[in-house]
C-alpha cells in the first residue's frame, strides 16, 4: 500500500511559466513533507519542507501548500527554468524522528 | 551542504559472487546512514537503518542475512550484497544525517547494482 502518492509520472512545462506538482498521502498521521529533486545518476537534494501546523513554506522561486484536511500537497515552482528538469520525489514522515517514506516521483521536463 | 559518497558507482557481477557497496560522509560525521534501493521508475523504498556502533534497523521484508550492513564509524557504512541474484539488481542509495531529525538526509550518488 503506497503512503505516498505521485500521481502524474511526468510533466512538461514551458520555460518561464509555473511547474505544479502535486502529491497525495494516505497516512493522516504525518507530520512533515518534504520535497526533493533528484538528476539521473545521482542521489536526491532536499529542495523544502513544510510541517504540518503551516499551509504554505516559500523559497525563491519554490512553495509547497499543504491542505492536511485533503491529504494533498503541490510544490509549484515559478517561473520555470530548464534547470530545473529533473525528478520530483515526495515524502513524508510521522515526526522528524521517523522514516521518511517517498512517493514514486514526478518527472518535470521544462521546455526552453 | 553536506558531502555523501558512494562507492563504486556501478558493478556489474555474476550471480552467487558478494557485492560490497560503501558509503562515506565526507565533511561531517553521520551519526545515523539509511541504505535505500530503487526500481526503475519506483520509489526510493527504505531498506534498514543504521546507527553508529550498533546493529543495523532492518524495514519488513529485508533479509538481514542477504543485505549485511555495517557501520563501524562516524563516516563509514557498507552495505554487502551476498550472493547476489540477478533479482537484486537495482539502483542502491544511502543517505546520512548528523542530527537525530531523520529529515536531514544526505544523499549519496547511488550505486547501479546489475547481477549477471
Known amino acids: 500500500d503506497q503512503q505516498v502518492k505521485q500521481n502524474s509520472p511526468s510533466l512538461s512545462v514551458q520555460e518561464g511559466r509555473i511547474s505544479i506538482l502535486n502529491c497525495d498521502y494516505t497516512n493522516s498521521m504525518f507530520d512533515y513533507f518534504l520535497w526533493y529533486k533528484k538528476y539521473p545518476a545521482e542521489g536526491p537534494t532536499f529542495l523544502i519542507s513544510?510541517?504540518?501546523?503551516?499551509d504554505k513554506n516559500e523559497d525563491g522561486r519554490f512553495t509547497v501548500f499543504l491542505n492536511k484536511s485533503a491529504k494533498h500537497l503541490s510544490l509549484h515552482i515559478v517561473p520555470s527554468q530548464p534547470g530545473d528538469s529533473a525528478v520530483y520525489f515526495c515524502?513524508?514522515?510521522?515526526?522528524?524522528?521517523?522514516?521518511?517514506?517517498f512517493g514514486p516521483g514526478t518527472s518535470l521536463s521544462v521546455i526552453p | 551542504g553536506a558531502v555523501v559518497s558512494q562507492h563504486p558507482s556501478r558493478v556489474i557481477c555474476k550471480s552467487g559472487t558478494s557485492v560490497k557497496i560503501e558509503c562515506r560522509s565526507l565533511?561531517?560525521?553521520?551519526?545515523?546512514m539509511f541504505w535505500y534501493r530503487q526500481f526503475p521508475k519506483q520509489s526510493l523504498m527504505l531498506m534498514a537503518t543504521s546507527n553508529e556502533g550498533s546493529k543495523a534497523t532492518y524495514e519488513q521484508g529485508v533479509e538481514k542475512d542477504k543485505f549485511l550492513i555495517n557501520h563501524a564509524s562516524l563516516t563509514l557504512s557498507t552495505l554487502t550484497v551476498t550472493s547476489a541474484h540477478p533479482e537484486d539488481s537495482s539502483f542502491y542509495i544511502c543517505s546520512a544525517t548528523s542530527s537525530s531529525s531523520y529529515n536531514e538526509q544526505f544523499f549519496g550518488p547511488g550505486t547501479r547494482l546489475t547481477v549477471l
Open positions: 513544510i510541517s504540518s501546523i503551516k
Open positions: 565533511d561531517f560525521q553521520a551519526t545515523t
Open positions: 515524502a513524508a514522515s510521522e515526526t522528524s524522528y521517523d522514516k521518511v517514506i
